[in-house]
């Protein structure tokens, strides 16, 4: 029995190991991507941030390729369960808006990368594919019924504009922060001054 407890827990140990080293990876391209502020990173460069061999990164991802998918899944999951935060019906609809620009917006400052991936979609192909509709796609998420709720406008076009002004306004400051090194009276690496200006975007725009 104790030598089959052993092999359980060496086994749960190891795809702890293997998961683990697994979100090294994808943390570590993230990184890369918002350092050199482009996608052109090595299997080398990343083998080297992520503190795994190379074997390891073929073992998981088989290609780079499979790997950048990887990646985009994951900011993908990652936003799916921030519009969650608009999906609350026990939360006030402007605490909700609030709330999710809040975390969005710190999101994207802990993941710049974001950035450089979404730019780079939309220089290579011109169109937006399921990862950038995932991330951008205002009739996907809740933000304009909210934005009804609060304020009475039952114009849909209205309602959209204003969910897309909260949206372009989280992103603006970020991309001119970390694109073009843009700064501003305010320090966008103090999440309290984050927190505060998005709530001042989404009570200017509501």
């Known amino acids: 029995h104790n030598t089959g407890k052993r092999n359980c827990d060496n086994m749960n140990n190891n795809n702890a190991s293997r998961a683990d080293a697994k979100d090294r990876i994808i943390k570590a391209v993230l990184d890369l991507i918002s350092q050199k502020g482009n996608i052109s990173i090595t299997v080398r460069e990343i083998s080297k941030k992520a503190d795994v061999n190379l074997a390891s990164i073929n073992y998981h991802f088989r290609s780079i390729k499979n790997l950048f998918e990887e990646v985009e899944n994951f ?26 620009a809040r975390a969005l917006m710190n999101f994207i400052y802990d993941n710049p990368g974001i950035l450089w991936l979404m730019g780079n979609k939309l220089i290579n192909k011109g169109s937006a594919d399921i990862f950038m509709r995932k991330f951008s796609e205002i009739k996907g998420i809740p933000v304009s ?32 922060y970390y694109g073009v090194g843009k700064e501003f009276d305010f320090d966008l690496n103090d999440k ?14 509501l």
């Open 75 to 100: 900011l993908s999951e990652k936003i799916f369960a921030l519009n969650q935060i608009l999906e609350n019906k026990e939360m006030d609809p402007k605490k909700s808006i609030l709330s999710w």
């Open 145 to 176: 019924g909210l934005i009804k709720e609060i304020t009475g406008i039952t114009n849909k076009q209205i309602l959209n504009l204003k969910a897309v002004q909260i949206l372009s306004g989280i992103i603006g400051p970020l991309i001119l």
């Open 192 to 205: 309290k001054v984050r927190d505060s200006y998005s709530e001042s975007l989404v009570k200017s725009i």
